[in-house]
């Protein structure tokens, strides 16, 4: 269905602030149809308003963050992510895009793909509170049955964990066989 955040989300990134905008030229007219066209949930007219835009001009950034989102939205995640990666050719310096990339890629299995994705936004951007959520949400498995269920999926990504207990209670064994299958 239709996400109505994530096209609020889009409008604020288009038009941040509200302020009224000079006449609109014909590319920017198609822009605004495509989002009002997403914006009701017309995914393929939207589609073909941005096609429409990057035909004529393949490095507009708004079109290709439409596009992303719209693919992103119908679960087209191959397609959001070849959209963004032009986002990213084109404005190389936004955080967001990053995120967005790193999303689409998370959501076709490639982990540690999206994990750097989401580490150059923060190192674009040290503060993007989406990029930092992403990444500590991340668990690393212990493959041991039971355990990684008793710690709500594995063991945090990104933190340093001590594995403690008697001697011969096989410790190093099992961080062995933790870091051989992560």
């Given at each position: 269905?239709?996400?109505?955040?994530?096209?609020?989300?889009?409008?604020?990134?288009?038009?941040?602030?509200?302020?009224p905008k000079p006449?609109?030229?014909?590319?920017?007219?198609?822009?605004?149809?495509?989002?009002?066209?997403?914006?009701?949930?017309?995914?393929?007219?939207?589609?073909?308003?941005?096609?429409?835009?990057?035909?004529?001009?393949?490095?507009?950034?708004?079109?290709?963050?439409?596009?992303?989102?719209?693919?992103?939205?119908?679960?087209?995640?191959?397609?959001?992510?070849?959209?963004?990666?032009?986002?990213?050719?084109?404005?190389?310096?936004?955080?967001?895009?990053?995120?967005?990339?790193?999303?689409?890629?998370?959501?076709?299995?490639?982990?540690?793909?999206?994990?750097?994705?989401?580490?150059?936004?923060?190192?674009?951007?040290?503060?993007?509170?989406?990029?930092?959520?992403?990444?500590?949400?991340?668990?690393?498995?212990t493959y041991v049955?039971?355990?990684?269920?008793?710690?709500?999926?594995?063991?945090?990504?990104?933190?340093?964990?001590?594995?403690?207990?008697?001697?011969?209670?096989?410790?190093?064994?099992?961080?062995?066989?933790?870091?051989?299958?992560?």
């Open positions: 269905g239709f996400n109505e955040k994530l096209a609020n989300e889009l409008l604020h990134h288009l038009n941040p602030g509200g302020e006449k609109a030229s014909k590319e920017e007219a198609l822009v605004q149809s495509g989002l009002s066209l997403y914006g009701e949930g017309k995914w393929g007219q939207a589609l073909q308003e941005m096609d429409k835009v990057l035909a004529d001009n393949p490095k507009n950034d708004r079109a290709l963050l439409i596009k992303g989102d719209i693919y992103f939205e119908r679960e087209r995640f191959d397609r959001a992510e070849d959209a963004y990666k032009q986002l990213i050719d084109v404005v190389q310096d936004s955080d967001m895009a990053f995120v967005k990339l790193g999303d689409a890629i998370m959501k076709q299995g490639r982990k540690a793909d999206a994990e750097e994705q989401f580490s150059r936004a923060l190192k674009l951007n040290p503060e993007n509170q989406d990029a930092q959520d992403r990444l500590e949400s991340q668990r690393i498995l049955s039971g355990l990684d269920e008793r710690m709500d999926g594995g063991i945090p990504a990104r933190y340093i964990v001590l594995v403690a207990g008697r001697a011969g209670s096989m410790k190093s064994s099992l961080v062995f066989n933790i870091l051989y299958n992560h």
